[in-house]
């Protein structure tokens, strides 16, 4: 057997004191590595719950932004601002509103002058639906035979929101001073025959003897131009010269629903007592052309596509019809409607076509229609030259026109007769303005104290004329259908 050999280790002997000392040392070594592991920890937790927090700043930064951006394009695209009153409307807002023509029935129905109203007419409509052909049905009142005639028609390219067609019929061959019923309508893709929702009566203008038109411009489109457009009508006019400024649309392509509001105005209040629908001559204003001169036809968005004034249009592009026409009104009057320098130059082509036109007719009663006043009642803003003036203003005189109406500045106003420079009672040119169908306040400073200036107030108000072969008979109005003033021309039958 082996012999296990004892072996003795030898063990150290510490104190309590050492051991004490042996064990913190440790311990604190261990404490010192625990902290800067936390430290770490939270250092790197401190970063991921920075970056969540920034990543949800962020994000949601990024939603408002766009949500802004959404929100400003669906208030600011597609931007209409129209005047007087007023209105802001978008592409999208106008979703939101009426739409007069969104059904597939004929809209918008109205009937513009021809040069001679008395045996003529024209009459427009539009429609969103696609046509093959237009036509309008016509009778005289009380009789059975029923008359069709064609209608001719364009799609009106430039708008972008809807699709619009528009339709204007010439009639001619009417009897004077005859009252007829008018049934626009059309043809569609289908085949089918679509009409408006109600017929229309015109009384066609008396060949001889009195007539009577109401004359004003600058349309207040809201409850005040209304107001004005039923005392216009009560005085059982034939038809309207209107000079300009008519639905303030700003010849901008996205207000065409303040065309499509005045269109329905103006049929459903411009009626007279005995229901007949009244047709209108306007000459062009600085809101149908978008700026206050010398505008190019391209320009101009609505005016010329809306109102075909005289026959023979149906081979013209629209945007080539004429801004200055000539109407005979019975066998006394003859009225010019002219542009004032928005887009035809007022000295040149159109100055000789006055006096063309002014050396032909034997008409007693000559008056003009524009929108700037060659004598206006205000301080500021003259719209032409002093040459362009004179030009107008020697034509008139040497023509020995009656009255020109003025409009523009919203302000009621009466000339004294005025001719070579200074009043002359027995054969001055009266120039009655100024433009306010329904607007009573003025656009700029009024200047009543003007040596040519017999009255002149901020007041709405629309002229009543009645003309006959021995006189020329104008009234004023406002409002209430109150007569302002009272001017009377019996003629001198000078040519």
Not at 339 to 348: A, C, F, K, Q
Not at 367 to 386: D, E, G, Q, R
Not at 445 to 469: G, I, P
Request: aromatic share 14%; with cysteine.
């Amino acid at each position: 057997m082996y012999e296990l050999e004892e072996t003795v280790v030898p063990l150290t002997v510490i104190t309590n004191h050492e051991f004490q000392e042996h064990y913190l040392m440790i311990r604190g070594h261990m404490h010192k590595t625990s902290s800067r592991t936390d430290t770490c920890r939270g250092y790197v937790s401190s970063i991921h719950r920075g970056f969540r927090l920034r990543f949800k700043h962020i994000m949601a930064g990024m939603v408002i932004s766009l949500l802004m951006s959404v929100f400003t394009w669906l208030m600011t695209d597609g931007m209409c601002i129209t005047a007087h009153p007023v209105q802001v409307s978008t592409w999208f807002t106008r979703k939101f509103e009426r739409n007069m023509c969104s059904d597939e029935s004929v809209c918008n129905v109205y009937f513009t002058l021809p040069q001679d109203p008395s045996t003529s007419i024209i009459v427009n409509f539009h429609s969103e639906v696609e046509p093959t052909a237009g036509f309008v049905d016509y009778n005289v009142v009380g009789q059975s035979i029923v008359k069709r005639a064609h209608a001719n028609y364009f799609k009106f390219d430039e708008l972008e929101e809807v699709d619009r067609y528009i339709f204007w019929a010439e009639i001619t061959e009417l009897e004077s001073g005859t009252v007829y019923s008018f049934s626009p309508g059309y043809v569609d893709q289908a085949g089918t025959v679509r009409y408006g929702k109600e017929t229309y009566r015109v009384k066609t203008v008396n060949s001889h003897g009195n007539v009577t038109f109401v004359t004003g411009g600058d349309m207040q489109n809201d409850h005040n131009g209304i107001k004005m457009s039923q005392v216009a009508a009560s005085h059982e006019p034939a038809f309207v010269l209107f000079g300009g400024d008519i639905a303030y649309a700003n010849s901008n392509l996205f207000c065409y629903k303040r065309w499509d509001w005045w269109f329905y105005n103006w049929n459903k209040y411009m009626k007279t007592p005995l229901g007949y629908n009244i047709p209108i001559s306007v000459t062009i204003g600085n809101h149908e052309a978008g700026g206050d001169r010398d505008r190019t036809r391209d320009e101009v968005k609505f005016y010329l596509e809306y109102f075909p004034q005289q026959l023979g249009l149906a081979n013209i592009p629209p945007k080539d019809r004429p801004l200055y026409h000539a109407h005979q009104i019975s066998n006394h009057t003859f009225a010019m409607m002219l542009d004032s320098g928005l887009v035809e130059p007022i000295i040149g082509e159109q100055s000789k076509w006055m006096e063309e036109q002014l050396n032909k007719t034997t008409a007693v009663n000559k008056v003009a229609s524009y929108h700037y006043p060659l004598y206006p009642a205000v301080t500021v803003a003259k719209f032409m030259t002093p040459e362009e003036k004179q030009t107008w203003v020697d034509i008139f005189e040497r023509y020995n026109m009656t009255a020109g109406f003025e409009n523009h500045f919203h302000v009621f106003k009466e000339s004294k007769p005025i001719r070579g420079g200074k009043v002359d009672e027995e054969t001055g040119v009266v120039y009655l303005g100024d433009g306010a169908w329904g607007i009573d306040g003025g656009l700029t400073f009024m200047n009543a104290d003007s040596w040519w200036v017999k009255t002149a107030v901020q007041k709405a108000h629309v002229y009543v004329v009645t003309a006959s072969e021995s006189v020329f008979h104008v009234r004023a109005f406002d409002k209430q259908n109150q007569q302002i003033t009272s001017f009377v021309r019996k003629h001198t039958n000078q040519q």
